[in-house]
């Protein structure tokens, strides 16, 4: 099969290539899935689960991307709930193959049904981003109507789904960016935007969530604004402030099939957009994750037509 194989941690995007690897074969529980489209997040790179596996033993050449839409193709010895010939969409595993290839070896438990309605490059899009969004709203800061949220990165992948998620909650979200995202912040939701270039984010005032993703400076300002009892919520890493009176909360993604199954129900009764910036073929994929100029919005690769 074809498939996207990096080699040299120090080479980040650059280091990709195309190459030809062996068919993988699905274990126990697994699911051999024949990849229509897939997602990959940058920072991936940077992670060492990409380049050695739980035993901490190298296994590059290594397949990057872990979020996939696609079709299951085969089953493996003792797999459940799935079967073969049906739609699916999920994240798999960090320490294992990922998704830019023509087939991926994907826990069962990893995935879930994708109607027949949503298109697989929007599919590959919410793994991450819905996830994340979900987990750092619902379970870890346990979001309530007419609470407020401070969304850092509103118009970004994360950010957008974010905002959306709170203001179907019944929310007042606060969202930030730089100038040129003030439209997309009102369209993904944001009541207020936050201009970190030119505005002070401390007139926003306290907040009972605070939504991080970049950590540093601006995580520790927002930290300060949490009102008592409330949450800072952040997938930067631990935070080097907490709230005086709240709780802090640093999360990792993790796959959830009933979770995907609410982010996608909201996708088809149009509550909620994904936010896709550039759609390339595999044959494309190395130009795309290395462009000549800024891009808006996440990269799918659209493995099959």
Do not use: C
Request: aromatic share 6%.
């Amino acid at each position: 099969m074809k498939a996207i194989v990096v080699s040299d941690e120090a080479a980040g995007t650059a280091g990709m290539k195309l190459a030809d690897r062996p068919d993988p074969a699905p274990a126990g529980n697994d699911v051999l899935v024949e990849v229509h489209a897939s997602g990959f997040t940058p920072g991936e790179l940077s992670w060492p689960s990409t380049w050695t596996d739980r035993l901490d033993r190298d296994r590059t050449p290594s397949i990057p991307g872990h979020e996939v839409a696609g079709v299951v193709a085969t089953l493996g010895y003792g797999t459940a709930g799935l079967s073969v010939g049906r739609r699916v969409f999920g994240l798999t595993d960090w320490t294992r193959d990922g998704t830019l290839a023509e087939f991926a070896v994907v826990e069962a438990r990893n995935l879930a049904p994708l109607p027949g309605d949503v298109d697989f490059t929007v599919a590959a899009s919410l793994p991450i981003s819905g996830l994340t969004a979900w987990q750092g709203l619902f379970v870890h800061g346990r979001l309530e109507a007419g609470q407020s949220v401070l969304v850092h990165g509103v118009a970004g992948g994360v950010g957008s789904v974010v905002a959306q998620l709170a203001r179907e909650a019944g929310a007042h979200v606060v969202g930030t960016g730089r100038a040129a995202d003030r439209e997309a912040a009102r369209d993904f939701g944001a009541n207020e935007f936050v201009d970190l270039e030119n505005d002070k984010l401390e007139d926003v005032g306290e907040v009972d969530l605070a939504f991080d993703v970049f950590g540093g400076d601006l995580g520790a300002r927002s930290a300060r604004l949490v009102r008592a009892g409330g949450t800072l919520v952040t997938i930067a890493g631990p935070p080097e402030v907490r709230p005086t009176e709240g709780r802090a909360v640093d999360f990792v993604v993790e796959a959830d099939r009933v979770q995907l199954g609410e982010i996608v129900q909201r996708v088809r009764d149009g509550r909620l957009r994904t936010n896709i910036g550039t759609v390339a073929s595999l044959d494309d994929a190395v130009a795309a994750f290395n462009p000549t100029e800024r891009t808006k919005g996440k990269t799918i690769i659209r493995v099959r037509p």
